[in-house]
């Protein structure tokens, strides 16, 4: 686990602790002191706590003007026990979006568990985001099936050419564009 690293090819365009209206604005990280777990094993200082003991996150990059924000994610995402997605959008999706954005693309390829409790900030969140939208990608199939037996899949997108993008060969604009235009497609706009 210490092996993986959040996504760090678009560094050159956008980095989260440089960014003043992000809710890691300031942060330093250390690439030798490992101090963050799941499940007891290490995992690389460059991703972001967000005070869940098993779900970190690294934002990617996030476009104001156009309104967007591409967030990596890894471990095991569990509302049952840790209520993750309520921190997850108090402390960042909330504070990212008084800033205009409402379209979101969260990364899942790490995420290895998910467990469910309630959709209440599921729906808050689709509520929100008003002429946005939400598009998980990459989730692994064990993990979309059980965000679909919640019907979470009614407030987010995913699942279909969602789960197999080759996101890391594109630059953040053309992804966005491309799941843009998925989800357009898919919402027959």
Known sequence: MQDIEPFYNWRHLYIASEDERSPFY?????EFE???TIYNYLIHPQ???IDSPTLY??????DYEKSFAIIELIGEWNDCINNDIMILKRDIIEKIMEYGVN???LIGENILNFHYSDDCYYEEWFEE???????????REHVLVEYNKANIDYYILLGGKLNDVAWRTSQPQQLFDKIEL????????
């Open 182 to 189: 998925f989800v357009q497609k898919r919402l027959g706009q």
């Open 57 to 62: 996150i690294k934002i990617l990059f996030v």
């Open 129 to 139: 985001v008003e002429d946005g939208w939400i598009a998980f990608l990459n989730f």
């Open 47 to 49: 991703w972001d706590d």
């Open 34 to 36: 490992y101090t963050n």
């Open 26 to 30: 300031g942060r330093e990280y250390s």
């Open 103 to 105: 379209k979101f693309i």
